[in-house]
T-cell receptor, first 112, second 116 residues
Framework: ELKVEQNPLFLSMQEGKNYTIYCNYS?????LYWYRQDPGKSLESLFV?????AVKQEGRLMASLDTKARLSTLHITAAVHDLSATYFC????????????FGKGTHLIIQP | KAGVTQTPRYLIKTRGQQVTLSCSPI?????VSWYQQTPGQGLQFLFE???????NKGNFPGRFSGRQFSNSRSEMNVSTLELGDSALYLC???????????????FGPGTRLTVL
């Protein structure tokens, strides 16, 4: 059974600081996704990582994937308040279906 | 291109009743997946439909069922509601037209179900 673990689950940080969210998964997978969720809202797709060594950047967010270590990171550079949200990583389970296994999410609060 | 739509957005039911939720995928998407989100269990995969066939199913009791129509719209049904079924139910669609496509999933706004 595929397990996805995120850490930390809760992060409070100051504007301007850098931080990294980690996502570990238990079995081989060739697809990893990062989503953002604002309170009371749905999931917004941030990044899709498809291969070992993949790195994607959008604004102050950068995601990377190491399939050998079964680890993905979401790095936040010079955080701003608007990035406050819950961030989820999700791993494709395989088997020809499209079900995703999600981590429990990292609740990020960025304070001025 | 219009996004994934879900109806209704909010629903209040009592224990023992049944409920049907609807999802319309992005035009051209043939795969629809359903997820349950609760504070305690997080996001959990319910099932996925492609071309009117259920391709995969998560670890939920048989009270949770679904179907997909020829236009790719999908419905999810929960019978004999329990208090623990209170959750945000999210629908996601993806395009699986090309071999090797990464099948990125796009989520709808969700249906907030409250069981009293």
């Amino acid at each position: 059974e595929l397990k996805v673990e995120q850490n930390p689950l809760f992060l409070s940080m100051q504007e301007g600081k850098n931080y990294t969210i980690y996502c570990n998964y238990s079995t081989t997978s060739d697809r990893l996704y990062w989503y953002r969720q604002d309170p009371g809202k749905s999931l917004e797709s941030l990044f899709v990582l498809l291969s070992n060594g993949a790195v994607k950047q959008e604004g102050r967010l950068m995601a990377s994937l190491d399939t050998k270590a079964r680890l993905s990171t979401l790095h936040i550079t010079a955080a701003v308040h608007d990035l406050s949200a819950t961030y989820f990583c999700a791993v494709y389970s395989g088997g020809g279906a499209d079900g995703l296994t999600f981590g429990k999410g990292t609740h990020l609060i960025i304070q001025p | 291109k219009a996004g994934v739509t879900q109806t209704p957005r909010y629903l209040i039911k009592t224990r023992g009743q049944q409920v049907t939720l609807s999802c319309s995928p992005i035009s051209g998407h043939r795969s629809v997946s359903w997820y349950q989100q609760t504070p305690g269990q997080g996001l959990q995969f319910l099932f996925e439909y492609f071309s009117e066939t259920q391709r995969n199913k998560g670890n939920f009791p048989g009270r949770f069922s679904g179907r997909q129509f020829s236009n790719s719209r999908s419905e999810m049904n929960v019978s004999t509601l329990e208090l623990g079924d209170s959750a945000l139910y999210l629908c996601a669609s993806s395009s699986t037209m090309l071999a090797g496509a990464f099948n990125e999933q796009f989520f709808g706004p969700g249906t907030r179900l409250t069981v009293l």
